[in-house]
């Protein structure tokens, strides 16, 4: 038996007859850029996280720029993020002009440690009279929170929120792998992207909600940052051929795109529901076995499994093993961003931030797709097991 790590082919099967008629029809239409699929999606996508606005563009690097953009965040600034995540939410904050200070992440959930967060904010901040908070050891403002729901599992974002609010942090959220993940908060049930002050999501392919190609979204909820990040992304234009920004690029996401998105987010929540009975089949396999470290699902956090990640003892024996079986897996991420030569100009060291490096060098990610058969998952499951001795 083979199993990829990802397999896009049933879900485009499910509603292929629907995407080539749409995909005609624009063709038909000679409309590629703007139009009624990108109003239409955008409209659908802000109501499907619960949010008034949402601003499509190019891709997921693209939205969290923007987001930090509308936040505020601007050169020399700091901003507050994980290492143990993909480079693109680094890369946001430093093409704005702004610097990271990574703190470290949780040892069960993987995600952003809100005690880490305030022992920096605690220890290594002081509060200024008008009430900015300045890092001591490089005296640059810190301005913003940037949690990631890596893997589709929310942040802990009750007290995240409320160190943001105390210390008067803006909050942009990385939900690139999240979409309809959710957390209970205020008594209510809110999805990924909208606790704080912006979202940001990725539509690469084998995402939960994926285009045929590259795109992204910001979602929020307040008017005068959603108009600008609708001129950010499009030449700093208020209307055809006249710029009202200095600041501007072509973020535009295209019209076959969001007409394709528009389509498979009304299957998001049922692929979503596929991909936790794919995580349940996992567990009722692996459960027993104390070697393996599974995910966890906090109460009241709605995961929904971009990725499936198991820490085991021996990563690289079994993952050879595995891949000899026919199995796909990934490592997401193998080195923790604060060691990657990248950001060594930060001075981070080995140690410093020893949760994501011990979470690095010990994760495997396991096939999780929607269309994922328990035969399949029985199969990853069997040859995980032998591999482990
Ligand atoms: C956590 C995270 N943030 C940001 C991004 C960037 O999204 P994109 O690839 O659409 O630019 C990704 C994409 O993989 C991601 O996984």
């Known amino acids: 038996m083979k199993v990829p790590f990802v397999d896009l082919t049933e879900q485009h099967r499910e509603i292929r007859d629907e995407i080539d008629s749409v995909i005609r029809e624009i063709i038909d239409q000679s409309c590629f850029v703007g139009g009624p699929h990108v109003e239409t999606f955008e409209r659908d996508f802000a109501a499907y996280c619960g949010t008034r606005y949402a601003v499509a563009c190019k891709s997921g690097t693209d939205a969290l720029k923007l987001a930090l953009m509308a936040v505020g965040v601007g050169t020399g600034e700091e901003v507050i993020t994980v290492p143990h995540t993909f480079i693109a939410t680094v890369e946001a904050i430093t093409s704005v002009g702004a610097h990271p200070v990574f703190v470290d992440i949780d040892k069960a959930t993987y995600q952003m440690s809100p005690d880490r967060v305030a022992d920096f904010l605690e220890g290594e901040c002081r509060v200024e009279k008008d009430g900015r908070v300045v890092n001591k050891n490089s005296d640059r403002p810190v301005v913003a929170l940037l949690p990631v729901h890596l893997y589709g599992l929310p942040s802990d974002m009750e007290p995240l929120l409320a160190l943001a609010d105390r210390f008067g942090l803006k909050v942009v959220e990385d939900a690139a792998q999240a979409h309809g993940a959710s957390c209970h908060l205020d008594g209510e049930e809110k999805r990924t992207g909208t606790f704080g002050q912006v979202g940001a999501f990725s539509f690469y392919p084998g995402k939960n909600l994926g285009a045929l190609g590259e795109g992204g979204a910001a979602v929020t909820d307040e008017q005068d940052r959603d108009q600008r990040m609708r001129l950010w992304r499009e030449h700093g234009q208020s209307e055809k051929y006249v710029h009202v ?36 089949w996992y567990r009722e396999r692996l459960q027993n076995d104390d070697r393996i470290v599974l995910p966890v699902e906090p109460s009241g956090r709605k995961h929904v499994y971009h990725l499936f990640i198991v820490r085991l003892p021996n990563r690289h024996q079994v993952r050879e093993e595995l891949s000899k079986q026919g199995i796909g897996v990934g490592l997401h991420y193998p080195i923790s961003l604060h060691l990657q030569k990248a950001y060594q100009h930060l001075g981070y060291k080995p140690g410093d931030l020893p949760v994501s490096e011990a979470v690095a060098e010990s994760i495997l990610s396991l096939p999780m797709f929607p269309h994922l058969t328990e035969e399949q998952v029985d199969y990853v499951c069997r040859t995980l097991v032998a591999a482990l001795g």
């Open 245 to 280: 920004s200095p600041l501007g690029w072509n973020m535009r996401l295209d019209t076959l795109q969001c007409a394709v998105l528009s389509l498979k987010l009304k299957s998001l929540d049922k692929w979503n529901q596929k991909r936790r009975q794919a995580a349940q």
